[in-house]
């Protein structure tokens, strides 16, 4: 798949990664705009060093950004981001390379097919019938179909066989698909229409054309040819394309790398949940999600309700992408934002008109990293997943942004005052139908759910179109897209 924006005829031996990124299609389907609309930016560091942080995330709106701006906001900073750290593309072997965005196009390394090639099994013929059939070959199986299906009959011209003599006028050969035709062949007759004469010779039971049932030698590309553009995602048949012009490797865009710091003291990882203790819920789904959506997850981290830990780790991060999970509101122990701080760190987005998730955060930590601080609450968090961390890690990997589409809801979905909702939907026919347990702290509907309706403020009524995002197991099926 090709994203729109991409031009084919360009010559991208020479397309830098980061054009590439600056090709890809931005979250509406759209060029990016020139100038884009200004991210309502909090910048941490300009804060007074001793006032009070003050209740800024306890449901306060004042910073927060719309939702369609928070992701506009997300991969805007990816672009910059991509720019500052001049992402080399990586030379990737061909099984590692599902998922990723080739980096320079894909070209021929040999005609295809290489040779002239047999389309069916039958016999090499040179000029009119009937033919001498030229033994040849090593002998074929017990049993097998030799000439006049006897046993141990020759097995004609193989795949994979080296180049054999010529055939002469009148002269024909057992051949096998796939295998190379001798020179000065003029067709391939296939074995369901042959016949023996009493003679031993052999005749076609239908008239044969010139070339017929011969794959010619560069019949699908020649050596050199432009096969498929810099900025295509590497799919199962791309592997097979750049397998079948003769690579072993492919040069692609790196995954980016996230780290992941799961917060808080109350979270356990096996076992009932006892004392006022909880399980992780996001410490199990976020890695493969986030690969699912171009990232190379290196590492996953409790850190428990620590600050000083907190500081550490981010300083020592050398990841594209920083993702905290919890302490983003205000309680006392939401060491996020005060951590920000510390380090200097610009807010990009200080919480998003979306429910659940409002007090998800985006930061630029560093000229080339971001951190997305997604809430303790489950859903929350996967609210904030598809908000900042999706079109952040989309256009770093420099993936296509999904095709935007809507579908009609089956029912009414309350809309929240001034915010965009987002609520677990199945697709039944040509209808969406919202799910139950979207609260949250819940994840009962999302686990059910093949994608997230998107709710405007006001909500939806009955049978109206509401935009869709797709979830990566719904859109590709489990193993393709988590492996
Ligand atoms: N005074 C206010 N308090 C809160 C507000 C508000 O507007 N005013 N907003 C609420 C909303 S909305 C959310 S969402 C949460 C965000 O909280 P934090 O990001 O600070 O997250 P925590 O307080 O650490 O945890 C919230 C909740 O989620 C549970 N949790 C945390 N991590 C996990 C995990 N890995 N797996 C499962 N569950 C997790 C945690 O135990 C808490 O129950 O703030 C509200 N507060
Ligand atoms: O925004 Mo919170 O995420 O409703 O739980």
């Not at 004609?156 to 180049?163: D, I, K, M």
């Not at 949940?273 to 190379?296: C, E, K, V």
Request: hydrophobic residues 40%.
């Amino acid at each position: 798949m090709t994203p729109r924006g991409i031009r084919a005829d360009e010559d991208a031996e020479d397309l830098y990664i980061e054009e590439a990124l600056a090709l890809v299609k931005d979250d509406t389907g759209h060029r990016p705009p020139a100038d884009p609309v200004p991210a309502p930016a909090a910048t941490a560091r300009t804060e007074q060093p001793n006032s009070e942080p003050g209740p800024r995330h306890g449901g306060g709106h004042h910073r927060a950004t719309a939702w369609p701006e928070a992701r506009e906001t997300a991969a805007r900073a990816a672009r910059d981001a991509s720019r500052a750290a001049r992402r080399a593309p990586a030379t990737v072997p061909l099984d590692a390379a599902l998922g990723l965005t080739l980096a320079a196009p894909l070209t021929a390394l040999t005609d295809l097919p290489s040779f002239d090639t047999s389309a069916m099994d039958g016999w090499a013929i040179a000029g009119p019938g009937p033919w001498s059939v030229r033994e040849e070959g090593r002998e074929g199986r017990e049993g097998g179909e030799g000439r006049e299906g006897r046993a141990g009959a020759a097995a004609g011209v193989l795949a994979g066989h080296g180049e054999t003599a010529a055939l002469t006028d009148g002269e024909a050969v057992r051949i096998a698909t796939g295998a190379r035709v001798p020179p000065d062949t003029t067709a391939v007759l296939r074995s369901e229409h042959g016949r023996w004469d009493p003679q031993g010779r052999l005749h076609a039971t239908r008239e044969i054309q010139p070339g017929q049932d011969i794959r010619s030698r560069g019949q699908e590309c020649r050596n050199g040819d432009r096969l498929l553009a810099a900025g295509t995602l590497v799919t199962p048949a791309v592997l097979g394309l750049a397998a079948a012009a003769g690579y072993d490797t492919v040069t692609a865009v790196p995954r980016p790398r996230v780290e992941v710091f799961v917060l808080g003291d109350e979270l356990l990882t096996q076992g009932l949940p006892h004392d006022g203790l909880i399980r992780d819920a996001l410490g199990p789904l976020l890695p493969p999600w986030l690969r699912a959506l171009g990232a190379d997850v290196v590492a996953l981290r409790r850190l428990g309700d620590d600050a000083k830990a907190l500081h550490k780790a981010l300083t020592a991060s050398a990841a594209d992408l920083v993702i905290t999970t919890g302490g983003t509101a205000a309680g006392p122990v939401d060491h996020v934002h005060p951590t920000l701080e510390r380090l200097g760190a610009e807010l990009l987005v200080d919480g998003v008109k979306v429910r659940p998730g409002h007090p998800m955060l985006l930061a630029r930590t560093k000229e080339d990293q971001h951190l997305v601080g997604l809430p303790g609450n489950p859903l929350a968090a996967v609210s904030g997943l598809l908000t900042l961390a999706e079109p952040l890690l989309r256009t770093l990997a420099a993936r296509p942004a999904p095709e935007p589409y809507t579908l009609a809801l089956k029912e009414a979905v309350q809309g929240h005052p001034y915010d965009t909702r987002l609520i677990p939907v199945v697709l039944r026919g040509d209808q969406a139908v919202p799910l139950r347990y979207h609260g949250p702290a819940m994840l009962r509907g999302m686990a059910a759910a093949d994608a997230v309706a998107v709710v405007p403020p006001g909500g939806t009524r009955a049978g109206q179109e509401a935009e869709l995002l797709d979830l990566p197991w719904a859109a590709a099926g489990i193993e393709v897209c988590f492996t």
